[in-house]
């Protein structure tokens, strides 16, 4: 006797259900493969869903917990003043503000208007940007930041220089101005959804703008729960009656977004768990076809001393081994696919992330007991019946 | 239930057929007031026992009110013409079946007193069956399938070992990895008595063991009964064959559902 033999025997409900599975070939295979089918089904739907959700959010760029706050529809000056940015600064208690200016201006190349462009001001870039070429000085003073799109449009590298011509407000009075800059260095590619996209941007110091303007204030609240707070306290401080300020929670985006894909997500899955109940029924069949055209042997096993519940769990045993070897095998080929999708979408085959794999496992789960409990009702009838009559034959 | 025509079956000893060489026959039926023959308690005893089937509005009446006892170390030939009850009798004895009425006692204890769960562990442990057309397991080889009544006990090697041991006793020892559709009809029916006997049952059941054989297996599956049988297991066997008959220490003669205690077996 081989171990293996032995360990057989010390599960002999499997013993026979393994036997069973591998006698009428055809019709296990075919059992299997309609487990396998709603097993991929459902994960390879739900993991391709995930990485669709990953693939939108790599260019959407990452929605963190964020308060933008910018000049109301009520608010007569049209932007925000030092002291609203200091109030802002006050009402969001410990949250960093990153208070923005922002102007347009046209890019000057020998001489003529070669493009326009956006120019923002801020004081700690580092906050907002990160750097992919040179870098920014620690006390930044001088010098402009370019975004990636501009920097390839007219060939900005690091100590490039730049001119650029704007209006300004100086004394009350709108003046023309053009002044040339160095690049101190090329921002990265930021995400479509990122606060004060730079790809099409430069970016200065504040000094080289209006003192008291104002395009926006960033709240970087730690969660979207503070940033849902802090949002309704500087509504509740700016906005009586009038709506002097505008308040945009990124994060309730983030969530709605998140929200969306979850559903469409769950939809899909949900036709996908659709097709593992066709293999429920189909295993449910395959075993009632089992339990009539064993109808002697059961009664035999119940003859010599089996049972009912032996053999209703000799017949179960056959169901979840159907329903195992076809969620192995499903799962097997999901990953399979998934790495296919992961490629297409993410550029990494093997990028399986944790939610991806839940769907994988979830689906394997789901057909192991889907074909357990289609096993019930066919393995109940296999041994209610009683043994005189199934010796009959 | 037994109403006169039928009788009181069985009033007196049945005598062994010719050459049936056992001196003491044990009446099949003991009639009320001299059923204290034996002090011992027989393994199975019925008394007055009635079997009908109802199909389709009729009733057939198996079995009219017999009264049988079989006692350990006991070999006893059912025989009788084909459709007069012989299995029906024998799956009363083998607890697979209830009678519609009477008494069947195992080992004293009426068996209308078991539930399911307990009909089915006194078979396991008291009843060995060797069914008239030995219902082997064709996912099985030869010593899986003798293996088969303990396989649930989880002692795999123990089991093996006995398994081993009775199919090498029927002659079977070459034929342990064989499925049954690779056995020839007498060595299937050889099968079927080793896992009769695997669980050393105290009353060994026999719907035409040897059917099948020629003389010669035949005689020694005989051989193999009466050694169990010093042992002190009763075997009733069901037989259409006279020479099966004459090995028995006593027959009963069951025609159209009665014992008929005629010294002319009436087999085949
Ligand atoms: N489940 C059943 N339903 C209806 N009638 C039955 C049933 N089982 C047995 N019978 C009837 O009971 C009678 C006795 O049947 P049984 O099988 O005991 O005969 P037997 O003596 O074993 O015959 P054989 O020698 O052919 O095996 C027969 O007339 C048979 O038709
Ligand atoms: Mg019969």
Redesign the pocket.
């Known amino acids: 006797m081989t171990p293996l033999e032995r360990l057989w025997g010390s599960f002999p409900a499997f013993l026979m259900a393994r036997r069973n599975v591998v006698r009428a070939k055809t019709r296990s295979a075919l059992a299997v493969a309609v487990i396998l089918i709603g097993v991929v089904a459902i994960g390879a739907i739900g993991a391709g869903g995930v990485a669709f959700q990953e693939s939108q959010f790599e260019t959407l760029g990452t929605i963190g917990a964020d308060v933008q706050v910018f000049a109301g529809e009520d608010n007569e000056n049209g932007y925000l003043t030092a002291t609203d940015v200091g109030t802002i600064d006050r009402v969001s208690g410990t949250a960093e503000i990153v208070p923005l200016k922002q102007e347009n201006a046209d890019v000057i190349e020998d001489g003529s208007t070669a493009g326009s462009a956006t120019l923002y001001g801020v004081d700690e870039p580092t906050e907002l940007y990160e750097v992919d070429e040179g870098s920014i000085p620690a006390n930044w003073r001088n010098g402009v930041l370019v975004g990636s799109t501009l920097a390839d449009r007219y060939d900005l590298r690091p100590g490039s220089k730049v001119t650029l011509s704007r209006t300004t407000i100086e004394d009350g009075e709108a003046v023309r101005r053009t002044d040339e800059y160095r690049v101190k260095a090329v921002l990265a590619q930021a995400g479509q959804a990122d606060i004060a996209n730079p790809n099409e941007a430069f970016v200065l110091p504040t000094r080289e703008f209006d003192d008291d303007v104002f395009a926006q204030v960033i709240v970087r609240a730690d969660d979207a729960t503070t940033a849902n707070e802090t949002a309704m306290a500087i509504k509740r401080t700016f906005n009586g009656r009038r709506q002097l300020v505008g308040v945009f929670e990124r994060g309730d985006v983030a969530e709605q977004i998140d929200e969306a894909f979850r559903l469409i997500n769950l939809f899909l899955v949900g036709i996908g768990a659709i097709s593992l109940v066709v293999a429920g029924v189909s295993i449910a069949n395959v075993m009632l076809m089992a339990a009539i055209e064993r109808r002697e042997e059961i009664g035999v096993l119940r003859a010599v001393g089996y049972e009912k519940v032996d053999i209703v769990r000799i017949m179960l045993a056959e169901a979840t081994l159907l329903g195992a070897i076809g969620s192995l095998l499903g799962g097997a080929v999901t990953l399979a696919i998934v790495a296919v999708i992961n490629d297409a979408l993410l550029g990494a085959p093997f990028a399986y992330s944790a939610a991806a794999l839940q769907y994988v496992v979830g689906g394997m789960v789901f057909g192991v007991v889907a074909s357990l409990l289609a096993g019930i009702y066919p393995a109940w009838r296999a041994a209610r019946e009683r043994p005189v009559?199934a010796l009959?034959g | 239930m037994t109403d006169s025509d039928d009788g009181p079956v069985a009033d007196g000893a049945a005598p062994a057929p010719d050459g049936a060489g056992v001196a003491e026959a044990v009446p099949a039926a003991a009639s009320g007031a001299d059923a204290a023959g034996d002090a011992a308690t027989p393994i199975i005893s019925g008394r007055d026992v009635v079997k009908e089937?109802v199909?389709g509005g009729e009733t057939?009446r198996?079995l009219r009110g017999i009264d049988f006892r079989v006692d350990p170390g006991e070999f006893v030939a059912i025989v009788?013409?084909?459709?007069?009850?012989?299995?029906?009798?024998l799956n009363m004895l083998g607890l697979l079946d209830v009678p519609t009425s009477g008494v069947v006692e195992l080992e004293g204890v009426d068996v209308e007193t078991f539930d399911d769960t307990e009909q089915t562990r006194k078979r396991k442990d008291t009843i060995g069956f060797v069914f008239?057309s030995f219902h082997l397991i064709p996912t099985l080889t030869a010593v899986e399938n003798v293996e088969v009544p303990r396989l649930l006990d989880r002692t795999p090697k123990r089991t093996r070992e006995v398994a081993t041991d009775l199919l090498e006793r029927m002659g079977l020892g070459d034929r342990l990895g064989h499925y049954p559709e690779e056995l020839s009809g007498g060595q299937k029916q050889r099968v079927a008595i080793a896992r009769a006997l695997v669980n050393e049952p105290r009353l060994l059941l026999a719907?035409e063991p040897t059917g099948n054989l020629d003389r010669d297996t035949g005689d020694q599956i005989l051989a193999e009964f009466d050694a169990i049988t010093d042992e002190g297991v009763a075997v009733v066997t069901?037989t259409?064959d006279d020479y099966v008959a004459q090995f028995a220490d006593r027959v009963v003669n069951?025609i159209d559902g009665t014992v008929r205690e005629d010294a002319e077996a009436v087999t085949g």
């Open positions: 009559e009959r | 089937y199909t057939v198996a009788g013409p084909s459709g007069s009850g012989k299995s029906t009798l008239q719907d069901v259409h069951l």
